[in-house]
C-alpha cells in the first residue's frame, strides 16, 4: 500500500497571496497517477489535478502540479476566495486507492 | 455538471445494517467504475471499494474484512453499499465516486454524500 504525506497540515493564507502544497508517497508512484482534490464542507469534492501535472477540466490556470516519483506539489497562485478549502492528494497507480490526510487552505 | 447522488445513510445501532444508494446519470454510468469513498468526522478521505462497469471485478479495503459489500445494477443506474456488523467507527459520510478504469484513472465526478451515524 502507498502511503501518502501531505504538509503542511493548515497554510494561513490571504486572498492574492500563493499557496504551495506537498505530497510525499512511499513507496514511490512511479506512474505518476497521482491527482489532487479539493473538498469544501457539504460539497462533493472536486478533483483538480491528475496525473500529478495535468488541470482537470474546468480548472483555472492559477492551478499547477508538479513532482514525479515521491515528491508532489500543488501550486495555487493568486489565491481567490473560492480556493480556500481542504485538498488532498491520492495516487490511483493501484489498489487499494489511497489519499494523504489533506492539507487546510485557510484565509 | 450532473453528479452523483447517495442516499440511504442514517442513524443505525451497533451491530446493525444499512445499505446505501447511488444514483449515476446515465452518461456516466456506462463502462464506468465506480467507487465508495468514506470520510468519518474530522477526518481524511478513505476509499471503500470499486466496482467495474459490469460488475465482474470487485474490490475492496483489507480493514474492512467482507463487512461491506459493493454492488450496481447496470440497468438502473445504481450503485450500492450493503454494509453489516457496523461500529461506530463507521460512522462517516460516504460518498460515491467515478473513475474510467479500474486503477489507471482518478475519480472525475463525485456526489455530496450520505452520513451514517452508528450510535445506540
Known amino acids: 500500500e502507498i502511503v501518502l504525506t501531505q504538509s503542511p497540515d493548515t497554510l494561513s493564507l490571504s486572498p492574492g497571496e500563493s499557496a504551495t502544497l506537498f505530497c510525499r508517497a512511499s513507496?514511490?508512484?512511479?506512474?505518476?497517477?497521482l491527482a489532487w482534490y479539493q473538498h469544501k464542507p457539504g460539497h462533493a469534492p472536486r478533483l483538480v489535478m491528475f496525473?500529478?501535472?495535468s488541470r482537470a477540466s474546468g480548472i483555472p490556470d492559477r492551478f499547477s502540479g508538479s513532482g514525479s516519483g515521491t515528491n508532489f506539489t500543488l501550486t495555487i497562485s493568486r489565491l481567490e476566495p473560492e480556493d480556500f478549502a481542504v485538498f488532498y492528494c491520492?495516487?490511483?497507480?493501484?489498489?487499494?486507492?489511497?489519499f494523504g490526510h489533506g492539507t487546510r487552505v485557510e484565509i | 455538471q450532473e453528479q452523483l447522488v447517495e442516499s440511504g445513510g442514517g442513524v443505525v445501532q451497533p451491530g446493525g445494517s444499512l445499505r446505501l444508494s447511488c444514483t449515476v446519470p446515465s452518461f456516466i454510468s456506462k463502462y464506468s467504475f465506480l467507487h465508495w469513498v468514506r470520510q468519518a468526522p474530522g477526518k481524511g478521505l478513505e476509499w471503500v471499494a470499486v466496482i467495474s462497469f459490469d460488475g465482474s471485478k470487485i474490490y475492496s479495503a483489507d480493514s474492512l474484512k467482507g463487512r461491506f459489500t459493493i454492488s450496481r445494477d447496470t440497468s438502473k443506474n445504481t450503485l450500492f453499499l450493503k454494509m453489516t456488523s457496523l461500529s461506530a467507527d463507521d460512522t462517516a459520510v460516504y460518498y460515491c465516486?467515478?473513475?474510467?478504469?479500474?486503477?489507471?484513472?482518478?475519480?472525475?465526478?463525485w456526489g455530496q454524500g450520505t452520513l451514517v451515524t452508528v450510535s445506540s
Open positions: 496525473a500529478a501535472t
Open positions: 513507496p514511490l508512484v512511479t506512474t505518476n497517477y
Open positions: 465516486a467515478k473513475s474510467s478504469t479500474m486503477s489507471t484513472s482518478p475519480f472525475d465526478h
Open positions: 491520492q495516487q490511483y497507480q493501484g489498489t487499494p486507492r489511497t
